[in-house]
């Protein structure tokens, strides 16, 4: 029984001892050493060593006391390696030194206790099991002081008090010799417990007992926010703000002494174990300026005004912080169109989308990132917006794609429009502002990336009266009559706007002043001068930023309500392990890269030892998402086309990116196939199967696929009139001095770039614009290659192909250490 139990124990586990002297044999040995020892291991398909693994052990010596035996080791425990496993590689290797380390010693402690998290008033049991040459004893410490009366392997305590929570260790006696266990971590949870309730957790599963509450404080007082959750072992905790996660917060009590203004906003706690993962409630912090009252008698005023400031003498020094700002939510629509159906195909929309979502959540917005939306999903998904917008809410849209401008209203093209499109087809941008300001916003920003070029093919001007209010700002990518750019690239790159608009997003001044420096920025942009320039139009009389903080005030209910809205597309299934008859256990694990684009990967945790080959994919998705058979589990994420979350993403699993959620009209339903071989029965391979239902993840909630709900987007759109009428403008600043210039990314891409290599990530990238597409006659841009957002039709009402002739090199060193959290580690910006 023990020899079969130590077999099976994961290398990762070897007591401290036992690695040291085993990697002090293994690194002096120059045949029969690590680099040999890792040879043999390669050739197991089980464990994968690969060259770069070999070469990342090698590079161990050059570190103070590095050992390269120590990180092969740890590689191989990672990935399943057994004590069995290695006895028979140090067999082939025939290192009879190596194999004596492994050799069971007098005393060996089979089964550690394990830390565990439980309530209050639960029976907490530790266990610690040893075998030995002779009869073995237990002790047993809490800390440095040994617990009474407790001399079994163990050690029981009912009911556990808040007491009893800390650090225990286990002393194992054996005639002369002894050994101890691993330290175990008990944290008792404080639960309020109401009649008839109870709280039990399945073994190895996570229960989540204590939710953090929301907090209103003021500058300079403490926060402290706290969760827990039952289990064995102990959880994990990772605080997180606005969806960052925040350094050094890995406990399960969240304490910020003297909290600043600018730590407001939503946060919440990620509790994971080694098989699942867990999220508690968002919770507001609010965190209001203080606001000071001193008497001095250098200053006189009227009772009136003591008794005005709540005073009681008729001196006084009134010194108070200058009036701050608020929003009482902030929201932000996120659309990037690039996978068009009769039109060019587009790139950068997918990076700055991306990009601009996480800068959003550090500003505490609500973000809602879609990608290829049809006009059917554009308009619900706006209307979905619109349903998050309430008095004082800052909301925020931006779109990123192919469209067009005529008599001073701009048109999004979604993603089916047809060729030629008109106005029916898209989305009118100042019919949305319309209904956002029936909502009575605090701030309405709209970025539009994408070009303003006039569509000879849509005559009709929509009607639409726009109420006079001082909280607009239209932020164009180009300038009215022109035509936005994108990059090329032979990786990912952001447009030329967000290029520069990333840069000063977080900055804490005036919304229309972050675009004049976005702006200006811009306007030293070689590649783009004089061919695409930033537009500001603006009404906003007051200081409002992006930066301004969250007071929910009156409508904090309202705003609740909003935010669970916002939650429920956002959900992501909850991860999970699966079973087989055979033996072998499965992890599935979700991520989320966009609000309607899932990633799923699978992780084989355990599978029998008689097993030689054990794989698992999924399959059989519904044909209404975008899963390419081709793409599906991959080894890499890079490979089945998630550029975004490969460094955040667990290792040594398949990956699978399912896009297009929108368009899923029943609950995902899909299929996990195991695959196994067993040494036994001559590699013929068996398959198990189990069909999954992860019920409608991410944006696949809000059915957007529908037909258009409540038509309210579209009734604004479509009322035409003769262009020789007067067009409606926004209420903004005309043209003039606040205008400010500004350069824009490219935008129609001839390629095809629906598929990207992932190797792109290894290469130099030199970023190249792309010109106009068409046009009248000869284009303008004659040194560009392609335009960005507004296809241009020829005299039969074709698309235009002629491309210009010329790429020109774009700087772009600049990108480096932002892009590095996008995409691979080792992709580098060269300047040119």
Known sequence: MSESLERSTNISLFREPVVKKLCEVLDKSSNKGWRKLGDIVSSDRRFKVSSNDMEMCSLKVLELEGSPSRMLLRLMGERGCTTGHLIDYLHTLGNSEALQCLKPSALQILIQPQSVALVAGHNLRLSCHAVGKSPVQYQWFKTKEEVPNNSSPDLVISPVHLKDAGFYICRVNCGDTFEFSQWAQVDVLNVAVSCGQSYHSLEGRLKLVIQPQSQRLHVGENLLLECGAMGRPIPRYQWHRNGVPIPNASKRKLLIPHVMQDQHGRYRCEISSSTERMWTNEVDIVIAPRISVQISEAMECSEDDVYAIGGG???????????????????????????????PQLKAPMVDVYDLTNLLRQLNFQVVSLLDLTESEMRNAVDEFLLLLHKGVYGLLYYAGHGYENYGNSFMVPVDAPNPYRSANCLCVQSILKLMQEKETGLNVFLLDMCRKRNIHDESTPNIVLRVTANIVFGYATCQDAEAFELSSSGFTNGVFVKFLKK???????????????????????????????????????????????????????????????????????????????????????????????????????????????????????????????????????????????????????????????????????????????????????????????????????????????????????MPHSPSHSPCHSPCHSPGPEHRLHLHHGAHQAQDYSRLSPQHHYLDVYEHLQGAVGGCGDSYYENLSQSRYEPAYDSAGGLSSSPGRLSIPIEASDDITELQTVFINSLQLQQQ
């Open 313 to 343: 003498s008729s001196e006084f020094f009134l010194n108070s912080i200058p009036e701050q700002l608020y929003a009482t939510d902030k929201v932000a629509l996120l659309i990037g169109n690039l996978s068009y159906q009769n039109h």
């Open 504 to 718: 000063r997003l977080l900055d804490d001044e005036k919304i229309t002043v972050v675009l004049d420096r976005v702006a200006e920025d811009m306007g030293q942009f070689d590649a783009t001068k004089g061919k695409q320039a930033l537009e500001i139009r603006s009404s906003l009389s007051e200081r409002r930023a992006l930066t301004d903080p969250i007071l929910p005030g009156d409508s904090a209910d309202l705003a609740h309500a909003h935010s669970r809205q916002w939650a429920k597309a956002h959900e992501l299934p909850e991860s999970m392990c699966l079973n087989f008859d055979c033996g072998a256990q499965i992890k599935l694990g979700f991520a989320a890269e966009f609000s309607n684009v899932l990633v799923i990967y699978t992780h084989i945790v355990k599978k029998p030892e008689d097993m030689s080959l054990c794989q698992a994919h999924v399959t059989d998705f519904s044909q209404d998402l975008d899963v390419d058979p081709k793409e599906m589990n991959r080894e890499t994420p890079e490979e089945t086309g998630i550029y975004f979350l490969s460094s955040s993403l667990p290792q040594h699993c398949l990956y699978t990116r399912v896009s297009s959620l929108q368009k899923l009209r029943e609950e995902l339903v899909f299929t996990v196939c195991l695959q196994g071989t067993f040494t036994a029965m001559d590699d013929d391979p068996v398959h198990w199967t189990k069909s999954i239902n992860i019920g409608k993840p991410l944006i696949a909630r809000l059915d957007l696929h529908r037909a258009m709900r409540r038509n309210s987007c579209l009734k604004t759109c479509l």
